[in-house]
């Protein structure tokens, strides 16, 4: 497996992208597990399906549509992914990080990132929505940073600043939004680790000594990706299941795909609100 993608192989999946649309997209989106209904109500859809943009992944878990859509949402010509692809499917993270290069490529400004989570802070129930303020890199500190390999300087620098990985104006509008809408909008700090496996009672004491709010297996390699090219970047986790610190649940994908129901309508209200004020 090829460790890392080439300038030139990211600009001929953008080229073939560009081919089958006919606006210039302004924000991408991506729509975690159990996250796919937004994607329907594109106006205007071209819908062009991942297997068709080689290099491009294509996602193999269930929850993720596996879909590109291009058209307008709220006013806004937008880059929706429905699903996205992991670590843990066996792709490179060269891989898992090229629809962002993608974006980056087709000229996007933003990137709106959402996930299912696993609830590590114990004040968080299932089908609460949090506002990503901040990560922890497990996935990067263990060797998995997606920016390893030649540096594309096309694109960014080779030591971008992951100070403010989360653009402030963008979180000052979710709030705004979810307060309009009665919606309560949970804060913190989502860890990506590698999976397939969810997190040990252990596992989940130690994140949340770390810092944790939420963990997921994702997000964290794309956000890294959008801040070395310049996108601004809006995060989103969906708390699908309660933290099991002391060993007495059992957690499953299909409870991760049940919270789903509950969360996209809040998210879908946020993001709709957050396109409206861009």
């Known amino acids: 497996m090829q460790a890392y993608l080439t300038l030139e192989q990211i600009d001929q999946v953008a080229d073939a992208v560009r081919a089958k649309i006919g606006i210039k997209p302004r924000v991408g989106i991506i729509l975690g597990s159990g996250l796919n209904d937004l994607a329907a109500s594109v106006k205007e859809a071209v819908n062009i399906p991942y297997a068709d943009l080689p290099p491009w992944p294509v996602s193999t878990v269930e929850g993720h549509v596996g879909r590109l859509v291009v058209g307008e949402l709220e006013g806004q010509p937008v880059f929706v992914m429905q699903g996205r692809v992991h670590y843990y499917e066996g792709y490179s993270m060269g891989q898992v990080t090229l629809p962002v290069r993608v974006m980056q490529r087709l000229g996007l400004e933003m990137m709106i990132v959402t996930n299912a989570a696993g609830g590590v802070n114990p004040?968080?129930?299932?089908?609460?929505?949090?506002?990503?303020?901040?990560?922890?890199?497990?996935?990067?500190?263990?060797?998995?940073?997606?920016?390893?390999?030649?540096?594309?300087?096309?694109?960014?620098?080779?030591?971008?600043?992951?100070?403010?990985?989360?653009?402030?104006?963008?979180?000052?509008?979710?709030?705004?939004?979810?307060?309009?809408?009665?919606?309560?909008?949970?804060?913190?700090?989502?860890?990506?680790?590698?999976?397939?496996?969810f997190e040990s009672p252990a596992d989940l004491r130690f994140l949340r000594l770390a810092g944790?709010?939420?963990?997921?297996?994702?997000?964290?390699?794309?956000?890294?990706?959008?801040?070395?090219?310049?996108?601004?970047?809006l995060g989103l986790s969906g708390i699908s299941n309660k933290a099991n610190l002391d060993g007495s649940t059992v957690t499953t994908h299909q409870e991760v795909i049940e919270a789903g129901k509950v969360i996209m309508p809040k998210m879908e209200t946020i993001i709709r609100g957050v396109l409206k004020t861009i």
């Open 123 to 197: 004040d968080f129930v299932p089908g609460d929505v949090m506002l990503i303020t901040d990560n922890l890199n497990l996935m990067g500190m263990s060797g998995l940073n997606p920016l390893m390999g030649p540096n594309l300087d096309e694109i960014g620098p080779r030591f971008p600043d992951m100070s403010q990985a989360y653009d402030k104006e963008l979180g000052a509008s979710a709030r705004k939004v979810a307060a309009e809408h009665d919606i309560t909008l949970r804060e913190g700090v989502y860890c990506g680790l590698s999976g397939p496996s």
């Open 212 to 233: 944790a709010d939420a963990v997921g297996m994702s997000t964290v390699p794309e956000v890294i990706v959008a801040r070395h090219g310049g996108l601004r970047v």
